[in-house]
């Protein structure tokens, strides 16, 4: 399958413009098949999506994509725990 419609299709971009920009900037074409494609189309997408970098960084995703770095959560990403307020 063509790797611009595959992230389109796997709702990783939403148009063709988008989908070719990530596979371009991530050189899917030489991953060895179509899951390592969507595997390292995703870890960008967590880059993009994390709130560690600013929304314009594009390449600095690319770039820890790229690496295969994973993505550490934010401390605001943590759920907070409430007492239970119904005994008091």
């Not at 709702?11 to 494609?37: M, R």
């Not at 709130?51 to 934010?74: E, I, S, Y």
């Not at 401390?75 to 725990?81: F, I, Y």
Request: aromatic share 6%; charged share 30%; with cysteine.
């Amino acid at each position: 399958m063509n790797l611009v419609e595959l992230l389109i299709q796997n709702k990783i971009a939403k148009n063709t413009f988008q989908s070719a920009h990530i596979v371009n900037g991530l050189k899917l074409w030489e991953c060895g098949n179509e899951e390592q494609a969507l595997q390292k189309a995703r870890l960008y997408r967590a880059w993009r999506d994390s709130g560690h970098l600013k929304k314009t960084d594009r390449r600095g995703a690319f770039d820890l994509a790229n690496n295969g770095q994973a993505v550490k959560p934010l401390l605001s990403d943590k759920p907070v725990k409430h007492g239970d307020y119904d005994n008091e």
